[in-house]
């Protein structure tokens, strides 16, 4: 069974940078995008970032774009977020997901999920 673990969560100031790793660990692995989501307390999941596989298309959402970046490893089958210029809006919990469509955005289009990882920006 396909597994997703995120890594890389954790507490950091106002400006500064943190580096999230999604690896997918199990079977064969299918799915052609992974993104990442997150949901801040009192709020809904969101769409942040994706990736496919083949090609590398990415997608973000407009509240990263210019901090964030998204990125992967096909060898590891591992996934990256980095992301620079952090702002207390984006403490949340952040999940990476796989999806079998290509480069898709909707919660619902993602079919497997990691357990998340918090991040926490102080300002």
């Known amino acids: 069974q396909v597994q997703l673990v995120e890594s890389g969560g954790g507490l950091v100031q106002a400006g500064g940078s943190l580096r999230l790793s999604c690896a997918a660990s199990g079977r064969t692995f299918s799915s052609k995008t992974m993104g990442w989501f997150r949901q801040a307390p009192g709020k809904e999941r969101e769409f942040v970032a994706a990736?496919?596989?083949?090609?590398?298309?990415?997608l973000y959402a407009d509240s990263v774009k210019g901090r964030f970046t998204i990125s992967r490893d096909n060898a590891k089958n591992t996934v990256y977020l980095q992301m620079n210029s952090l702002k207390p809006e984006d403490t949340a919990v952040y999940y990476c997901a796989a999806a079998r469509g290509i480069l898709v955005y909707t919660l619902e289009e993602y079919h497997l999920w990691g357990q998340g990882t918090q991040v926490t920006i102080s300002s």
């Open positions: 990736i496919t596989w083949i090609g590398g298309s990415i």
